[in-house]
């Protein structure tokens, strides 16, 4: 038997366990109370809907009413009809309904391209211009328009026409027909138009007068359609 084996054998092991018991003296010992180590996860930003909870990294969900999200689309949305009519109106009630089948409407946005369009249209007419009207107008609208064009035409008569500007733009109703959406907007325009015959002499208007002009149109489109361009459907002029 090697006594000087054993016995260094034995200080060898004490040693070990020495240092092991210092060890955990100095770095402790986990209890579940410790802070997590650190997850990028934690550092997120809080997605729409959610907000972080005080002192923490989590991230939790808002209920809502109806157990449902409320977004900032549907307040914008609502503040935007608001602003065009006021709440509790007939109008006001089209436009949501309008909204219900075509989220994408925006009235603000819509009476902005319906002026373009009104203005477009009415120096495509004067010009005598129908590829740019046939782009703009339903085709029973377009016949109409041509037909006068050709008319006028045939007559040896032309238009000039200046376009001051639009005084005011008001959508006046909507309607939804199952997919099909129409919106009617009173226009109050000043224009300049005056009408020559085959002389060049002035048979209608007036080359140097500004006139009020009034016209009410109304737009449609089929909200099922991808494509988000609006076409004149109707005219009316208001004396």
Known sequence: MNIFGDLTTLVTLAIAV????????????????????????????????????????????????????????????????????????????????VIAIDPTFDPAAFL???????????????????KTLKNLLSREVYDGFANAITERESRGEHVRASFVGIDSAKITSAEVNRTDVHVTTRFVSQIISATYDAEGKVIEGDPEQVAEVTDIWTFARDARSRDPNWKLVATESES
């Open 18 to 97: 020495f240092i092991f018991l210092r060890l955990r003296s100095v770095l402790g010992k986990r209890t579940g109370h410790q802070r997590p180590p650190y997850d990028s996860r934690d550092m997120r930003r809080p997605l729409p809907g959610e907000r972080s909870a005080p002192n923490s990294g989590k991230v939790v969900t808002l209920p809502k009413r109806g157990g449902e999200l409320e977004t900032e689309t549907v307040s914008q949305t609502e503040t935007a009809i608001n602003e065009i009519a006021k709440p509790g109106t007939k109008l006001n009630r089209q436009l949501k309904d």
């Open 112 to 130: 902005d391209g319906a002026k373009m369009a009104y203005e477009m249209i009415v120096a495509a007419f004067a010009d005598g211009d129908k």
